[in-house]
């Protein structure tokens, strides 16, 4: 064996007797074993790497390669990457209604055979493993608002958000390509009932942002940008995801949400079609559903729901109280129509375009 290091006049004699690249393979082949994920970034994928990435890797070896991006932005580069074959991505997170849509299947592997090994779990649910991806966590999209003075009403519903006399400020509203969520909002702040959302009424629905739009100051199209419009006092009510308002809570920042007006939404881990390293990204989210402490840990952080009840059950007391209840979810939450959705997925985000000009 050879020693290192070695004198550059030595590399040189070694690299034109053939033997250099004996050894400097070992390094290249370690550099191999990696993962890479895209995610949306910020406290969200610290939150993922203190309780996933890095469990994972310290069990495994291997490296994981976190990319951020917006969801539109993620989407569109996936579809790029299969198309022209160059895929340099492992794996994605899609919402659960996206995970659902032709354009998904078309891009990422199914996963029907990978799944059939938690098809025992008793304590995972019948959907934490599907063709379209390994359930990460499910969560919702809600009102939140910024606290203060506790002898004053705080917005509860989608018409609250509305009225600016009763509860004066700056809204928020997400932005990106799936625009479904700002439309409904709408709907039930202008009086229809939740049983009656879908199909959705897009004009009366653009007619009653029509009424909110001067008051909107932040138009946000990542998790971070919700989180830094709420810490800057951007905004004092809008609508955002949990996990992100959760965090900032964490942070001691003034705020609160509620589930009276919230849709139930979730995240999914998606195989890209042709990835690199692909046998590296099954065994990530295999480590994801086998692991209750993983779920856990970050669930607890981000105050998700983990596809594991085992999961549920090690998370804290305050946490848990954090989370919808099931006279919650029954009574107010917004279970969306993903058929529907998907199906007028264009024509929607055409229109909502067209509205913002």
């Given at each position: 064996m050879?020693?290192?290091?070695?004198?550059?006049?030595k590399v040189q004699k070694?690299?034109l007797?053939?033997?250099?690249?004996l050894l400097?393979?070992?390094s290249?082949?370690?550099?191999s074993e990696?993962?890479v994920i895209?995610s949306t970034g910020?406290a969200?994928d610290?939150?993922l790497?203190?309780?996933w990435?890095d469990?994972?890797?310290?069990?495994t070896?291997?490296?994981v390669?976190?990319?951020?991006?917006?969801?539109?932005?993620?989407?569109?580069?996936?579809?790029?990457m299969?198309?022209?074959?160059n895929?340099?991505?492992?794996?994605?997170?899609?919402?659960?209604?996206?995970?659902?849509?032709?354009?998904?299947k078309a891009?990422t592997?199914?996963l029907?055979g990978?799944?059939?090994q938690?098809a025992g779990r008793?304590?995972?649910?019948?959907n934490a493993?599907?063709?379209?991806?390994?359930?990460l966590?499910s969560?919702?999209?809600l009102l939140?608002?910024?606290t203060?003075d506790?002898?004053?009403?705080?917005?509860?519903?989608w018409?609250?958000?509305w009225?600016?006399?009763?509860f004066?400020?700056?809204?928020a509203?997400?932005?990106?390509d799936?625009?479904?969520?700002?439309m409904?909002?709408?709907?039930?702040?202008?009086?229809v009932?939740r049983e009656?959302?879908?199909?959705?009424?897009?004009?009366?629905?653009?007619?009653k942002?029509d009424e909110?739009?001067?008051?909107?100051?932040?138009?946000w199209k990542?998790?971070?940008?919700?989180?830094?419009?709420?810490?800057?006092?951007?905004?004092s009510?809008g609508?955002?995801w949990?996990?992100?308002?959760k965090a900032?809570?964490?942070?001691?920042l003034?705020?609160?949400?509620?589930?009276?007006?919230?849709?139930?939404?979730?995240?999914r881990?998606?195989?890209?079609?042709?990835?690199?390293?692909r046998?590296?990204?099954?065994?990530l989210m295999?480590f994801w559903?086998?692991?209750?402490?993983?779920?856990a840990?970050?669930?607890?952080?981000l105050s998700c729901t983990?596809p594991s009840?085992e999961?549920?059950?090690l998370m804290?007391?305050?946490?848990?109280?954090t989370m919808?209840?099931?006279?919650?979810?029954r009574?107010?939450?917004?279970?969306?129509?993903?058929e529907?959705?998907?199906?007028?997925a264009?024509?929607?985000?055409?229109?909502?375009?067209?509205?913002?000009?």
């Amino acid at each position: 064996m050879i020693s290192l290091p070695l004198s550059w006049n030595k590399v040189q004699k070694l690299a034109l007797a053939g033997i250099l690249p004996l050894l400097i393979w070992p390094s290249a082949s370690l550099a191999s074993e990696q993962v890479v994920i895209a995610s949306t970034g910020g406290a969200y994928d610290r939150a993922l790497k203190a309780a996933w990435f890095d469990p994972f890797t310290k069990a495994t070896g291997i490296e994981v390669v976190t990319v951020v991006a917006t969801n539109a932005e993620m989407r569109a580069k996936v579809a790029a990457m299969v198309k022209t074959g160059n895929v340099t991505w492992d794996l994605y997170l899609d919402g659960e209604i996206q995970a659902a849509s032709k354009a998904h299947k078309a891009v990422t592997e199914d996963l029907t055979g990978f799944c059939k090994q938690f098809a025992g779990r008793k304590d995972l649910g019948a959907n934490a493993c599907a063709a379209g991806g390994a359930l990460l966590q499910s969560t919702a999209t809600l009102l939140a608002y910024r606290t203060g003075d506790t002898a004053k009403p705080v917005p509860q519903t989608w018409a609250d958000m509305w009225d600016s006399k009763a509860f004066p400020g700056e809204r928020a509203f997400p932005n990106f390509d799936d625009p479904w969520r700002v439309m409904a909002a709408a709907l039930l702040a202008d009086g229809v009932g939740r049983e009656e959302l879908f199909p959705l009424d897009v004009e009366r629905a653009l007619r009653k942002l029509d009424e909110i739009r001067p008051s909107v100051s932040v138009w946000w199209k990542t998790g971070d940008q919700s989180v830094q419009g709420f810490r800057n006092g951007d905004y004092s009510v809008g609508q955002i995801w949990l996990t992100r308002a959760k965090a900032m809570q964490n942070e001691g920042l003034p705020i609160g949400w509620s589930y009276k007006a919230s849709f139930l939404v979730g995240d999914r881990i998606a195989l890209v079609r042709g990835a690199r390293n692909r046998e590296n990204a099954l065994k990530l989210m295999a480590f994801w559903l086998n692991s209750p402490e993983a779920q856990a840990k970050a669930c607890e952080v981000l105050s998700c729901t983990p596809p594991s009840t085992e999961a549920i059950a090690l998370m804290s007391e305050d946490v848990r109280k954090t989370m919808p209840h099931a006279d919650e979810v029954r009574d107010y939450m917004v279970v969306p129509d993903a058929e529907w959705i998907n199906a007028n997925a264009a024509q929607l985000l055409q229109r909502w375009n067209e509205w913002l000009r």
